[in-house]
């Protein structure tokens, strides 16, 4: 068989018996590392969406006492 040298470094002897076969063999495997790449921006998208949904605005708390004093005195 022939060591054909992949762009990353690693040699492809499983199917680098002929040139096509090679040219197939690349081509799956960029399909794969797209799918991968794809795969993970996924997820970031889903955990970015997590963590907007964790950080909820607080509600402003009112003082009540302050509150029922003015009605109150707007009363009187």
């Known amino acids: 068989m022939l060591k054909i040298k992949s762009p990353k470094g690693r040699f492809a002897t499983d199917c680098a018996t002929n040139v096509s076969s ?3 063999c690349e081509i799956n495997r960029m399909e ?4 991968e790449r794809d795969g993970a921006k996924k ?3 889903e955990e970015k969406k997590k963590k907007k949904k964790k950080k909820k605005k607080k509600k402003k708390k009112t003082n009540t006492a302050y ?10």
């Open 32 to 35: 794969e590392r797209k799918s």
């Open 22 to 24: 090679h040219k197939e």
């Open 43 to 45: 997820e970031e998208e």
């Open 67 to 76: 509150r029922t004093l003015t009605i109150k005195t707007s009363l009187t």
